[in-house]
C-alpha cells in the first residue's frame, strides 16, 4: 500500500472504532488525527476543545501567523511546506543562545525563557506545548498579565510534574485552547493537532 493509503485506511479504522461522538466535524478532525499518531483512544474522553478552537487555529494558519513550539521535536513534526505555501513559518527558540542566558540570569528554565523570547511571533498565531510544563506554565501566566495574545494554544505537555496541572490551568482560560486532561500528551500528538489544523486551512 502507497502512504497515502495506508493513512486512509487507518483513518477508516479509527471512526469505525470511535463509533459515535459528538465532537464537530473541526473537532474530529483533530481528535482522529492525534489517535492516528498515538493509536490512543482515550483521547476522544481526556481532549478539552475551547469553543473557538479549530476557528481560531484555521484563520490564524490561513492568515500566515506564526507557529511557536516549545521543543525542535514538535517544529520537526509540523508540515512546514504547506504551512509556507500558506505564508506561514515555525519557530522554536529552545537552542537559541539567548534562552540559555536568559534562563541563567533569570534563574528559570530555557523552555520558559524561550517564551519570553517569542512574545512577539506568537501575537495571533499558535503557541504549541508538546513537552515542557514550564513552558506552559509560563505562558499562562504571561497570557493573564495581558502581555501574551496567541490567537490559539495547544497545550499538550507529557509528564508526571506539573503537565496535568499546567493543562488543567489553560483549560480555565477564556482564550482558544486545544489540550486535555491528565498526564498524557507529548510532541507526537501536539504536532498532530497543528497538522489538522493544517489541512484543514488547506481545504477552504
Not at 479549530?54 to 521543543?71: F, L, Q
Not at 501575537?123 to 510544563?133: M, T
Not at 501574551?148 to 499546567?166: D, M, Q, T, Y
Request: charged content about 20%.
Amino acid at each position: 500500500m502507497l502512504p497515502q493509503e495506508i493513512e486512509q485506511k487507518s483513518m477508516e479504522i479509527i471512526a469505525s472504532e470511535a463509533g459515535g461522538h459528538s465532537f464537530s466535524a473541526g473537532q474530529w478532525a483533530v481528535v482522529s488525527r492525534m489517535i492516528h499518531t498515538s493509536a490512543d483512544f482515550e483521547y476522544m474522553q481526556s481532549i478539552r476543545f475551547h469553543p473557538l478552537a479549530v476557528e481560531s487555529g484555521v484563520e490564524a494558519i490561513k492568515s500566515g501567523r506564526t507557529i511557536v513550539t516549545d521543543t525542535n521535536m514538535v517544529l520537526a513534526g509540523l508540515r512546514k511546506k504547506d504551512l509556507a505555501g500558506m505564508g506561514c513559518r515555525a519557530v522554536c527558540y529552545m537552542d537559541d543562545p539567548d534562552a540559555a542566558r536568559l534562563a541563567r540570569e533569570k534563574g528559570t528554565t530555557r523552555a520558559e525563557a524561550a517564551v519570553d523570547m517569542a512574545l512577539d511571533d506568537m501575537q495571533g498565531g499558535i503557541y504549541v506545548v508538546g513537552n515542557a510544563p514550564t513552558a506552559l506554565l509560563r505562558l499562562i501566566l504571561l497570557i493573564r498579565e495581558g502581555k501574551a495574545r496567541p490567537g490559539l494554544v495547544v497545550g499538550l505537555p507529557v509528564g508526571f510534574v506539573n503537565a496535568a496541572e499546567s493543562k488543567a490551568e489553560l483549560a480555565g482560560l477564556d482564550i482558544p485552547f486545544i489540550t486535555n486532561l491528565g498526564r498524557k500528551g507529548g510532541s507526537n500528538v501536539a504536532a498532530a493537532v497543528v497538522n489538522s489544523l493544517v489541512i484543514m486551512a488547506g481545504s477552504k
